[in-house]
């Protein structure tokens, strides 16, 4: 995918910049909107019980798969929304999004901790967005 069609603008004037997000990102092209990946294999197993570095991995591959269905890739993501049951999860889930992401192309993020999710053994759920070229 051509990521050029897409801005991002880390820290706009007057905002003081992030650390792992680009705080605007603006682009033309077709919205792909990915539900929230949790750390289910393809048989529908948690993968890393306990273990947030495993869950994460396993969350960015499902994200990796439902982008390429979509026929995008990370490049293509404009917006991540993480959910977690604890912020302390974060580092573990910021090193696991950068073995997938360019860290020159992060998109605008959100992080907000849950109570809970779904299943109680799922540590996090990680929705995004990306922006696909037109149709030609």
């Known amino acids: 995918m051509n990521a ?4 991002r603008i880390p820290a706009p004037e007057g905002v003081a910049p992030g650390v792992g997000y680009t705080h ?4 033309t092209g077709r919205l792909a909107a990915l539900s929230g990946q949790v750390a289910l294999d393809a048989a529908g197993e948690v993968v890393g ?3 947030p570095a495993a869950q994460a991995r396993q969350v960015f591959d499902n994200l990796r ?8 890739t990370f490049a293509d993501v404009v917006k991540l929304t993480y959910y977690v049951t604890d912020m302390a999860d974060m580092p ?10 360019d860290p020159k192309l992060l998109p605008a993020s959100t992080a907000v901790q849950v109570a809970a999710l779904f299943r109680p053994e799922l540590l996090l759920e990680v929705e995004a967005f990306a922006l696909l070229p037109e149709e030609q």
């Open 4 to 7: 050029s069609r897409i801005t």
């Open 24 to 27: 605007v990102v603006i682009g």
């Open 49 to 51: 019980i306990g273990d």
């Open 65 to 72: 798969r439902c982008l390429a269905a979509a026929g995008a």
């Open 92 to 101: 573990a889930v910021r090193a696991a999004r950068d073995e997938y992401m």
